[in-house]
């Protein structure tokens, strides 16, 4: 079980917007650590998307956006395209197990 | 461009140890960086082992911590990672990553291609 809650499954069909969201406790989001987005396309590593909540790598696309609010963050993805189609992941600090920590992931279906 | 790229055995026995050595290209393992492992059984999601600083100073995962050492090579540009013990659980891609900020749960901004280990006899 992990400590952040993620969605097992999202999906939408091209050009819609859909959004995944992680949900924790007090002793992570909750206590104010930030939350990171990674995108894992099928057999390779994540790929940084989101990192400090809303923030954007360079040539990360602006399709992506990230959101944090109390005990919970959002990822936004508008626009969709078949090339979104894979996992992705959010990760934050926990306080309590003083351990880094990540959703269990979402896989996003493109229709 | 930084690079990370894992190395070792792809098959380790149970109750044996698992080593794997990450080498960083592009860039100073000595810079302002945490350097970490994460790793993601088949099929499964991520999980965060430990991670280490040039200085030797070291965190781990507290459902990890009695089984995980991580090390530095300063000379080698290069960290370790060992896990003891093992068994069938352990099975899992395991990357390297590099700890963007020297803040607690920074993001990873670079990752390596993830090498596959089994435990099994």
């Known amino acids: 079980q992990s400590v952040l809650t993620q969605p097992p499954s999202v999906s939408g069909a091209p050009g819609q917007r859909v959004t995944i969201s992680c949900t924790g406790s007090?002793?992570?989001?909750?206590?104010?650590?930030?939350v990171h987005w990674y995108q894992q396309l099928p057999g390779t590593a994540p790929k940084l998307l989101i990192y400090v909540n809303t923030n954007r790598p360079s040539g990360v696309a602006d399709r992506f956006s990230g959101s944090r609010s109390g005990t919970s963050a959002s990822l936004a993805i508008s626009g969709l395209q078949a090339e979104d189609e894979a996992d992705y992941y959010c990760q934050s600090y926990d306080t309590s197990l003083s351990a880094c920590v990540f959703g269990g992931g979402t896989k996003l279906t493109v229709l | 461009q930084v690079q990370l790229q894992e190395s070792g055995p792809g098959l380790v026995n149970p109750s044996g140890t698992l080593s794997l050595t990450c080498a960083v290209s592009g860039g100073s393992i000595t810079s302002s960086k945490w350097w970490s492992w994460v790793r993601q059984p088949p099929g499964k999601g991520l999980e965060w082992i430990g991670e280490i600083y040039h200085s030797g100073n070291t965190n781990y995962n507290p459902s990890l911590k009695s089984r995980v050492t991580i090390s530095v090579d300063k000379s080698k540009n290069q960290f370790s990672l060992k896990l003891s013990s093992v068994t069938a659980a352990d099975t899992a891609v395991y990357y390297c990553?590099?700890?963007?900020?020297?803040?607690?749960?920074?993001?990873?901004?670079?990752w390596g291609q993830g090498t596959l280990v089994t435990v099994s006899s």
């Open positions: 990553a590099r700890v963007a900020q020297a803040v607690a749960g920074s993001q990873f901004d670079y």
């Open positions: 007090s002793s992570n989001i909750g206590a104010g650590s930030d």
